[in-house]
């Protein structure tokens, strides 16, 4: 094993070294989700516009594009999880006893963030499955022909919507929480910028929640899209 493999070993062993993955991990995230809303949202301005974006996704780089991103945020958010989780095991074996008191008075968010954060991970891979994977062959033939259709038929289940708004939830509070980390961990928060920067985290976490769920309730409750179907 050659020095360098040696220290990238230590390095992703030691604790700060794992804070920073995690850190890293969870900020190529959170750029992506905040792009993939950007996209998404296009969903209002029709189904040309739409079909438009979905057609460049997957036919950017002769199709490679979408691979790529799509390995490259597989690997983030599995690294960035089972980093968590690490650090989540470390963390309660060195807490001491009388620390409890502590952890009561910490933020909500912090204290359900592996659990939020596990959860988000159920609901990407059933996402996956819905409207990538198409497991749903009625959906699999609409997307073929228009992804804009296939996505107003595919929230027309309300369980499905409810699911989706339960995870967009929870990822709210799991941002609220991970983007001001993201700062403090990579050491650009400081005393003058710590109100500012968590400010900031509620403010982004607060914009991908209502943007996310102003799809699925706009084409359940309000019926955008139904009259084109």
Not at 120 to 126: D, E, G, N, Q, T
Not at 158 to 170: E, H, K, Q, R
Not at 206 to 229: D, M, N, T
Request: proline share 2%; hydrophobic share 50%.
């Amino acid at each position: 094993m050659s020095a360098s493999s040696c220290s990238l070993c230590a390095f992703a062993k030691s604790s700060i070294g794992r804070k920073i993955i995690v850190a890293l991990t969870g900020l190529a995230l959170v750029l992506f989700l905040a792009g993939h809303l950007l996209g998404n949202l296009l969903i209002f301005a029709g189904e040309e516009a739409f079909n438009e974006y979905a057609h460049f996704l997957h036919t950017f780089l002769h199709g490679m594009g979408v691979w790529i991103a799509r390995i490259g945020l597989l690997v983030c958010f599995v690294v960035h999880i089972w980093f968590t989780v690490l650090l989540t095991k470390e963390n309660k074996a060195a807490r001491p006893k009388y620390a409890h008191d502590a952890t009561v008075q910490a933020p909500k968010s912090s204290r359900i963030m592996i659990w939020s954060g596990l959860t988000i991970l159920a609901f990407v891979i059933f996402h996956i499955l819905h409207f990538t994977v198409r497991t749903d062959s009625e959906l699999a033939t609409i997307g073929e022909e228009s992804p804009w259709r296939m996505v107003i038929e595919g929230f027309q289940n309300p369980l499905v919507v409810i699911f989706y708004v339960i995870a967009m939830t929870l990822l709210c509070s799991h941002l609220s929480h991970g983007v001001a980390s993201i700062f403090q961990t990579l050491g650009l928060r400081s005393k003058k910028t710590a109100g500012s920067i968590k400010a900031l985290a509620k403010i982004y976490a607060v914009v991908i929640y209502l943007g996310f769920i102003s799809i699925p309730l706009a084409i359940r409750l309000f019926g955008f899209g139904s009259c084109c179907k």
